[in-house]
């Protein structure tokens, strides 16, 4: 079994959506655990940003049965990679892995489709809707790369 962590700052807007995105990709199955968590502990217990569940449901996925948590030290344990959203919570997860093993697990997801790039999901929080459907386009893209990854091991 292959379990994927996906982060961003308060697990509301992108984080929400790759986990969303990468569950459908993997068809549901029960090989992979697809998860999100967040930085910040400004939303815990929350449903996924209003804009991020109109732009689920708008591809046919429904995200509303997840809500906001703490990413955990223990989430470095419990992952076999963990996929940043950007560079400052790719950078605040580094600061916090105890072991090199821990480093080498989280990744910057935009690699996926420009590697050793080190592009950046935006954070579409203070912007519109339109902002947020290119996170889920974005974010599309790279769970097609790291599914077909999967799916041939």
């Known amino acids: 079994m292959t379990k994927i962590l996906m982060v961003c700052l308060g697990?509301?807007?992108?984080s929400p959506l790759a986990e969303g995105i990468l569950k459908d990709k993997l068809?549901?199955?029960e090989e992979f655990i697809i998860d999100s968590a967040g930085m910040g502990n400004s939303h815990i217990g929350?449903?996924?940003d209003k804009r991020s569940i109109l732009v689920a449901n708008e591809n046919k996925l429904d995200i509303t049965y997840q809500r906001a948590r703490l990413f955990t030290m223990d989430d470095f344990?419990?992952?076999d990679i963990i996929y940043a959203m950007d560079h400052f919570n790719y950078k605040a997860l580094i600061k916090l892995a105890a072991t090199e093993e821990h480093k080498a697990k989280v990744k910057i997801i935009l690699n996926e489709v420009f590697p050793n790039e080190n592009l950046d999901?935006?954070?579409?929080?203070?912007?519109s809707t339109f902002a947020f459907r290119n996170v889920y386009k974005m974010l599309d893209e790279a769970c097609d790369v790291i599914a077909d990854k999967l799916l041939k091991k």
Request: hydrophobic share 25%.
């Open 46 to 48: 929350e449903l996924p």
């Open 121 to 127: 999901v935006p954070d579409p929080f203070y912007s």
């Open 11 to 14: 697990n509301i807007c992108r």
């Open 27 to 29: 068809n549901n199955s």
């Open 77 to 79: 344990d419990n992952f």
